[in-house]
């Protein structure tokens, strides 16, 4: 019988800067984590704007976040400068002023499919690279299947997930779990329903944190059961990221 093990959950959104960098600080966290074989990972999903243009219709993120947004110019630079510097600290390339802005329901249902063969971290990582360093259009139905494939799925399998209905309703009972939960920003760790980083955070916190959570979790207590919530920066549901 396979051992019990502490549940961690994250919603996060493809489009979100702060979400791939917080997966990043995440992951290299549970790499130092001396019970990481005692965790089980659920990535859930979340979208900053569902009205966003979809099937490889997006535009410039600029575009998205001044017009549509309403955020200045400077603010945005100063954002891309922020988001730029984290990058810079986490060791991956950024290239988000050429970003598109696109609708990732179709995104997150890729991941949800992959999460049937283990590969759903994976793809969620191509998925955020591809917005986040190459500035290609992750609603583009065709480089989904290619991100698809090479994480190993079956080109007909997605190509059928697409033709139906699969995955919405898993989509929107994730968005609803997360407001019943209490939150609407992203990206949102919570670690057995006790402990939850909302935002990007450094490593060593996302350490100190599982530790907290794994340690009452292996004391099977009930007696705190107030959520603590550490927060760091991160995207609102009106799409609007801090600076």
Not at 80 to 96: E, I, M, R
Request: aromatic share 8%.
């Amino acid at each position: 019988m396979e051992a019990e093990k502490m549940k961690v959950e994250v919603w996060t959104d493809i489009m979100c800067p702060y979400c791939y960098i917080g997966k990043m600080h995440y992951e290299k966290a549970v790499q130092q984590f001396e019970h990481a074989d005692e965790v089980e990972l659920e990535w859930k999903a979340f979208q900053l704007n569902p009205d966003l243009p979809d099937n490889g219709a997006g535009y410039p993120v600029t575009e998205y976040l001044m017009q549509t947004a309403g955020i200045t110019e400077e603010k945005m630079n100063q954002m891309f400068a922020g988001v730029k510097q984290l990058a810079d600290d986490a060791g991956v390339g950024f290239n988000l002023p050429n970003a598109i802005a696109a609708n990732t329901h179709d995104a997150h249902r890729l991941i949800k499919l992959a999460a049937t063969i283990g590969k759903d971290s994976e793809v969620l990582r191509r998925l955020s690279k591809t917005y986040f360093e190459e500035g290609k259009d992750y609603s583009d139905r065709e480089l989904l299947i290619s991100i698809g494939m090479d994480a190993g799925l079956d080109e007909l399998t997605i190509r059928s997930m697409f033709d139906s209905d699969d995955y919405r309703y898993d989509i929107k009972q994730d968005i609803q779990e997360m407001a019943n939960l209490g939150f609407d920003t992203v990206p949102t760790f919570l670690m057995d329903r006790r402990q939850a980083i909302v935002g990007s955070e450094p490593v060593d916190l996302f350490l100190k944190v599982l530790r907290k959570a794994h340690n009452h979790w292996k004391k099977r207590t009930d007696k705190e059961k107030k959520m603590t919530v550490t927060r760091g920066k991160s995207c609102t549901v009106d799409g609007i990221c801090e600076i």
